[in-house]
């Protein structure tokens, strides 16, 4: 192949790309070469026990999700090549959403590619510039970006302050706004923190404002039967619209979705753009996710399993000397503060046998560098303290745990 000619744009790229390796910013990705599960194999041959994946309920790599997958295969083929409305529903696509608004406790559903789809095609079809949104301060991006392509004003609460919210709340009825929706995670993904949906709802009561929560982190987890944060929180059915993903606790492979009243699903339904123009949810997804909901409807076993690995993780974590976010949730952030320690101390893990990943910035605020731990209900209690003694060993070799 010839080399290409230079170009200053190009050449900026470059600089730039090499600037991040310099600060300790460039992002690496690992290839595995084994399935999803509590222990993966990489594709320089080590195997790890893995601490960083969103299979909260350890069905990613399950084999009855695998056969669940290929009975719809078999059924219904390998895709559409077709969008929803014109020939890419099946009885399986309308089983699945029937059956997540089940799980949920709404009126109807509507599946994206990607969750980051449901959130961005949300705002725009329902609300314009008569009306307000106000967000999270640490909303995922696809809330975010979701929010940008909508005409509506702009509000912005500092993160989980109720006091705050309260006071955005009052700007946007003050400025006479039509309707108000406050938007949510009900879980955010780097630090863990539970969003005070009781208290938000109470709120959005007072101010006759809608409630829309991002489920990604919680649907599965948490709650005493899996339903989510509005289980969680005791305020099933005072939740206006909840987005969520198939591609975490779900069964881990990908897909999205939005379930409400049913008036805003058929609005979705002819306007959202995410949903209109991309290919429907391959049958196999839809297939596998349905036998993870009907699984989950009858027992609690992995949910529970789960919140006592994470219970066990998190003590003994502390009690190494880590500093960690508090709570209760799987995702266990350990703080470094600093992106280059991060990296050596997630480099240093892999070579002892644990697979985990640095997060720094952008993806957290400057300063504040993790890595960030998440558990399976598929880790056993030999795995956990085998992953608490490297985190031991790494700690105090690169200065950040007294030695023993």
């Known amino acids: 192949m010839k080399p290409q000619a230079s170009h200053p744009f190009f050449d900026d790229l470059q600089k730039n790309l090499d600037q991040l390796r310099a600060q300790g910013l460039y992002k690496q990705e690992r290839v595995l070469a084994s399935r999803q599960g509590a222990q993966v194999l990489c594709d320089d041959g080590r195997s790890l026990i893995n601490m960083c994946a969103n299979n909260y309920l350890g069905l990613s790599g399950d084999l009855q999700t695998q056969q669940a997958a290929i009975a719809a295969t078999e059924q219904y083929g390998y895709g559409l090549s077709s969008v929803r409305f014109i020939c890419g529903t099946q009885t399986v696509h309308k089983q699945l959403e029937q059956a997540i608004s089940n799980f949920l406790g709404t009126e109807d559903t509507i599946l994206y590619a990607a969750a980051f789809d449901a959130n961005g095609g949300l705002f725009e079809p329902l609300f314009d510039e008569h009306d307000a949104i106000i967000s999270d301060a640490l909303n995922h991006a696809s809330i ?223 300063g504040q560098a993790r890595v960030r731990v998440q558990l399976s209900a598929a880790h056993t209690r030999e795995q956990l303290d085998l992953v608490l003694a490297a985190f031991g060993q790494a700690g105090r070799e690169l200065g950040l745990l007294e030695q023993a």
């Open 144 to 366: 975010i970006d979701g929010i940008r392509l909508c005409k509506a004003s702009r509000y912005r609460y500092l993160h989980n302050d109720m006091a705050d919210l309260e006071v955005q709340l009052q700007a946007a009825q003050a400025a006479g706004k039509r309707h108000v929706v406050i938007a949510t995670d009900g879980v955010f993904s780097m630090d863990g923190t539970i969003a005070q949906l009781d208290k938000i709802c109470d709120l959005a009561q007072r101010y006759g404002a809608l409630v829309m929560i991002d489920e990604c982190h919680a649907s599965g987890v948490l709650g005493a039967t899996g339903r989510g944060t509005h289980e969680h929180h005791h305020v099933m059915g005072r939740v206006d619209i909840i987005t969520g993903t198939l591609g975490k606790a779900l069964g881990g492979a990908m897909g999205g979705f939005t379930s409400a009243r049913k008036e805003v699903i058929a609005m979705l339904r002819q306007k959202s753009r995410p949903y209109l123009f991309s290919n429907t949810l391959a049958p196999a997804i839809a297939g596998a996710s349905l036998s993870v909901l009907e699984r989950l409807s009858t027992s609690t076993e992995l949910r529970d399993r789960l919140h006592e690995n994470t219970a066990y993780f998190r003590s003994a974590v502390a009690s190494l000397g880590f500093t960690i976010k508090p709570g209760t949730h799987p995702v266990v952030p350990v703080m470094l503060f600093d992106a280059q320690v991060a990296q050596a101390f997630a480099a240093r893990l892999y070579e002892l046998g644990v697979l985990v990943t640095g997060f720094f910035y952008p993806v957290v605020a400057m």
